[in-house]
């Protein structure tokens, strides 16, 4: 039958204190407990020798064997068969152990372990102190197969639990074939304040790819980052972030450059963002952005939209926000590209703008009002210095006829004032707007729309109509309704609008007053999809243009679909795509053809775009081939998953929309 014994501390022994005379475990700063099957002592040796299933607990440490041997007056211990030391949720094996329990250190033979999805494997591995392990000839990867795809193979390794990873002097192994060396690695493990990432990789454009980030905790509010990239191809890239981050006052910095040895072009790119919350209802932003050509962020940043500005501008400004008042006062410059010189130009400042803005005021019971103004001196290249006023002003009541029925009147006035100051010249051009809403609610999930729209332009600087344009002065004047179906639990969407427009032009007067019917369905249950979209012409009673698309599976996994588009009398086409997981394969395929009236060649499909995922367990493999008739390309990316949590500073998303 099984025995469980435990030894808490000296209490353990407390019979044989009085028969000693003395404390058989003097080391001891730190009560034991020991679980075993079979538990025997030696009194002249002090000798402690327990095996079945043992666990020796110290404070958050246990090692754990099938036969452990412990001198009660040194402290030191004797593991073998099974056995590992277990750390803070971390497990380190070994053929045998052998551990100071006063000391609190100790060398695991022939060590392997997995710590925050690393492992590794040291013939020696050393305990050092408190969460802190040291050795020699370490093999190191993320890939748990027993013989890993790829592995680090350093001379020295220094581990210290939930912090860090540390390797010396490092071959980068594919398989048994080394392939890179890399004098220092540095692995950030949960909250350490200082996180080294490198990410590997391969594709057709740059070859090899190796980029770093390098960042360090300052503090809870500021943390900063040093990117350095190796383009094999291209050259090195080296950039650095700055986060700084408090309730009332939140600000980044980016910065990247690479001078690309095949295009001998020094090319950059800026990004920064600073805002202040000066009281309650108040706050100050100041925006940066700088590239150095229209291309750089595109290709650098790709997957990250945000960088993809390529306009240079400079913005700050102060603002007043309320639940329904809102101002604010900006000043600003902005460039634009000019091919000519290959370089941005300044074609627009700001000095200053202010806007206002106040939305749902509550004049009486269901009686609102909105109004909108523009401030603006500005400076434009083409035009010199100018400033404008616009104004938009609108009434508007909800009244509930029925129980069914709301019909909500808007009634609105804008104006736009403009001085062309070098010129000495201005225009001032108002218009007034009517809108009337009736919805008709059939039911949770029917309901129709019928809106009129009305708008009127007068002559510059007069309360006329300026009826002798060309469109007689009426910019909108259309009466429209609008069907809305939706089925949630169907999975169904449908619409369907129809107008009619009475305006008319004098240099080509409008005979056909009805607008296209426009109808759209949109469908999904389970595995199939559909969708439809047509536009009829009534007076000739054909189809203007229409699509449909549909399929079957799960899109971007395993699914098969097709589309048909056709652009009234002049062309059509047809799109057909397939993708399919094949355990660790994921392809896609996507060809498109386009049919004019007289098109005859069916056999020549030239857009197409082929993409082939392939997750290699720790690697992972992408190949895109995209050919248009203008275009092609090939590329091929090979790149390491990396595991363990990346440091990020936790800020709003609204202020760092890149995240």
Same mark, same amino acid.
């Given at each position: 039958?099984?025995?469980?014994?435990?030894l808490?501390?000296?209490?353990f022994?407390?019979?044989?204190?009085?028969?000693?005379?003395?404390?058989p475990?003097?080391?001891l700063?730190?009560p034991?407990?020991?679980?075993?099957?079979?538990?025997?002592?030696?009194?002249?040796t002090?000798e402690l020798?327990?095996s079945?299933?043992?666990?020796?607990?110290?404070s958050?440490i246990?090692?754990?064997?099938d036969?452990?041997i412990?001198?009660?007056?040194?402290?030191?211990?004797?593991a073998?068969g099974?056995a590992?030391?277990i750390?803070?949720?971390?497990q380190?094996?070994?053929?045998?152990?052998?551990?100071?329990f006063?000391?609190?250190t100790?060398?695991i033979?022939?060590?392997?372990?997995n710590?925050?999805?690393?492992?590794f494997?040291?013939?020696?591995?050393e305990?050092q102190?408190?969460?802190r392990?040291?050795?020699?000839?370490s093999?190191?990867s993320?890939?748990d197969?027993?013989?890993p795809h790829?592995?680090?193979s350093s001379?020295?390794l220094n581990?210290e639990l939930n912090?860090?990873i540390?390797i010396?002097?490092?071959?980068i192994y594919?398989?048994?074939?080394?392939v890179?060396?890399?004098?220092y690695?540095?692995?950030?493990?949960?909250?350490?304040?200082?996180n080294?990432i490198?990410?590997?990789?391969?594709?057709g454009?740059d070859?090899l790819?190796v980029?770093?980030?390098?960042?360090?905790q300052?503090s809870?509010?500021?943390?900063?980052?040093?990117?350095?990239?190796y383009?094999?191809r291209?050259g090195?890239?080296?950039?650095?972030?700055w986060?700084?981050?408090?309730?009332d006052?939140q600000?980044t910095?980016?910065?990247?450059?690479?001078?690309e040895m095949?295009t001998g072009?020094?090319?950059?790119?800026?990004?920064?963002?600073v805002?202040?919350?000066v009281s309650?209802?108040?706050s100050?932003?100041? @925006?940066?952005?700088r590239?150095?050509?229209?291309s750089?962020?595109?290709?650098?940043f790709l997957?990250?939209w945000?960088?993809?500005v390529?306009?240079?501008y400079?913005?700050f400004?102060?603002?007043?926000?309320?639940k329904k008042?809102?101002?604010?006062?900006?000043t600003?410059e902005y460039?634009?590209y000019d091919y000519?010189q290959q370089?941005?130009?300044?074609?627009?400042?700001?000095?200053?703008?202010?806007?206002?803005?106040?939305?749902g005021i509550?004049?009486?019971?269901q009686?609102?009002?909105?109004?909108?103004a523009?401030?603006?001196?500005?400076?434009?290249? @083409?035009?010199g210095h100018?400033?404008g006023?616009n104004?938009?002003?609108?009434?508007?009541r909800?009244?509930?006829?029925?129980?069914t029925?709301?019909?909500?009147?808007?009634?609105?006035?804008?104006n736009d004032?403009q001085?062309?100051?070098?010129?000495?010249t201005?225009?001032n051009?108002?218009?007034?707007f009517?809108?009337i809403?009736?919805?008709?609610?059939?039911?949770s999930n029917l309901?129709?729309d019928l809106?009129?729209?009305?708008?009127?332009?007068?002559k510059?600087?007069?309360?006329e109509?300026?009826?002798?344009?060309?469109?007689y002065?009426?910019e909108?004047?259309?009466l429209?309704?609008?069907?809305?179906?939706?089925e949630?639990?169907?999975?169904?969407?449908?619409?369907?609008y129809?107008?009619?427009?009475?305006?008319q032009?004098?240099?080509?007067p409008?005979?056909?007053k009805w607008t296209?019917w426009?109808?759209?369905?949109?469908?999904?249950k389970?595995?199939?999809?559909?969708y439809?979209?047509?536009?009829?012409?009534?007076?000739?009673w054909?189809n203007?243009a229409?699509q449909?698309?549909?399929g079957i599976g799960?899109?971007?996994?395993k699914?098969?679909?097709?589309?048909?588009?056709?652009?009234?009398?002049?062309?059509?086409?047809?799109?057909?795509?397939?993708?399919?997981?094949?355990d660790?394969?994921y392809? @896609?395929?996507?060809t498109?053809?386009?049919?004019?009236?007289t098109?005859?060649?069916?056999?020549?499909w030239p857009d197409?775009?082929?993409?082939?995922?392939w997750?290699m367990?720790?690697?992972?493999s992408?190949?895109?081939?995209?050919q248009?008739p203008?275009?092609?390309?090939f590329k091929?990316e090979l790149s390491l998953?990396?595991?363990?949590?990346?440091?990020?500073?936790?800020?709003?998303e609204?202020f760092?929309p890149?995240?």
């Amino acid at each position: 039958m099984k025995k469980t014994w435990f030894l808490l501390g000296q209490l353990f022994l407390s019979g044989m204190l009085l028969i000693a005379g003395e404390n058989p475990a003097p080391f001891l700063k730190q009560p034991l407990t020991i679980r075993a099957e079979e538990i025997t002592y030696n009194q002249e040796t002090a000798e402690l020798l327990a095996s079945g299933e043992v666990s020796i607990i110290q404070s958050t440490i246990s090692v754990r064997a099938d036969r452990m041997i412990v001198n009660l007056e040194s402290g030191e211990a004797a593991a073998e068969g099974n056995a590992r030391i277990i750390e803070k949720d971390n497990q380190i094996e070994g053929e045998r152990i052998n551990y100071n329990f006063a000391t609190s250190t100790g060398i695991i033979f022939q060590a392997r372990g997995n710590i925050t999805g690393w492992h590794f494997s040291v013939p020696v591995l050393e305990r050092q102190s408190t969460d802190r392990y040291s050795g020699q000839k370490s093999s190191l990867s993320n890939c748990d197969e027993p013989v890993p795809h790829w592995h680090f193979s350093s001379s020295n390794l220094n581990l210290e639990l939930n912090k860090k990873i540390e390797i010396y002097n490092s071959l980068i192994y594919l398989g048994k074939v080394p392939v890179f060396y890399l004098p220092y690695y540095y692995r950030g493990l949960g909250s350490s304040r200082l996180n080294i990432i490198v990410y590997p990789g391969y594709n057709g454009v740059d070859g090899l790819i190796v980029r770093t980030n390098t960042s360090y905790q300052f503090s809870s509010q500021l943390q900063g980052n040093l990117l350095l990239d190796y383009f094999a191809r291209r050259g090195l890239g080296r950039g650095t972030r700055w986060d700084y981050n408090q309730p009332d006052f939140q600000a980044t910095f980016y910065g990247y450059q690479i001078e690309e040895m095949n295009t001998g072009l020094n090319r950059w790119t800026m990004r920064s963002l600073v805002w202040q919350q000066v009281s309650a209802d108040y706050s100050l932003r100041l @925006d940066l952005n700088r590239p150095s050509d229209l291309s750089v962020n595109n290709y650098y940043f790709l997957e990250n939209w945000q960088r993809s500005v390529v306009s240079p501008y400079s913005e700050f400004s102060l603002t007043y926000q309320k639940k329904k008042i809102y101002w604010r006062m900006l000043t600003g410059e902005y460039y634009d590209y000019d091919y000519r010189q290959q370089d941005y130009i300044r074609t627009k400042y700001l000095l200053p703008s202010f806007q206002f803005r106040a939305l749902g005021i509550n004049l009486s019971r269901q009686f609102y009002l909105n109004y909108n103004a523009l401030l603006e001196k500005s400076y434009y290249n @083409d035009s010199g210095h100018r400033l404008g006023l616009n104004q938009d002003i609108n009434f508007w009541r909800s009244i509930i006829l029925s129980r069914t029925t709301t019909l909500t009147p808007t009634l609105g006035w804008q104006n736009d004032w403009q001085w062309l100051i070098d010129q000495s010249t201005s225009t001032n051009i108002s218009r007034h707007f009517e809108k009337i809403n009736l919805r008709e609610t059939f039911s949770s999930n029917l309901y129709l729309d019928l809106t009129y729209n009305f708008r009127q332009r007068f002559k510059p600087g007069l309360l006329e109509v300026a009826a002798s344009d060309d469109d007689y002065g009426i910019e909108e004047n259309i009466l429209a309704g609008q069907l809305n179906y939706f089925e949630i639990l169907a999975g169904m969407n449908f619409r369907s609008y129809l107008g009619y427009d009475w305006r008319q032009f004098r240099s080509n007067p409008v005979t056909e007053k009805w607008t296209l019917w426009r109808n759209e369905i949109n469908w999904q249950k389970n595995s199939l999809w559909f969708y439809w979209n047509n536009q009829t012409n009534l007076y000739h009673w054909h189809n203007q243009a229409w699509q449909f698309s549909g399929g079957i599976g799960q899109r971007e996994k395993k699914y098969i679909g097709l589309s048909v588009f056709n652009q009234g009398d002049v062309s059509w086409g047809m799109n057909l795509s397939a993708g399919i997981w094949l355990d660790r394969f994921y392809i @896609d395929w996507r060809t498109t053809k386009n049919f004019s009236v007289t098109e005859s060649d069916w056999f020549n499909w030239p857009d197409n775009q082929f993409r082939i995922y392939w997750d290699m367990h720790c690697w992972q493999s992408r190949i895109n081939i995209v050919q248009r008739p203008d275009y092609y390309d090939f590329k091929i990316e090979l790149s390491l998953k990396m595991p363990g949590p990346e440091q990020k500073m936790k800020v709003n998303e609204n202020f760092y929309p890149w995240e």
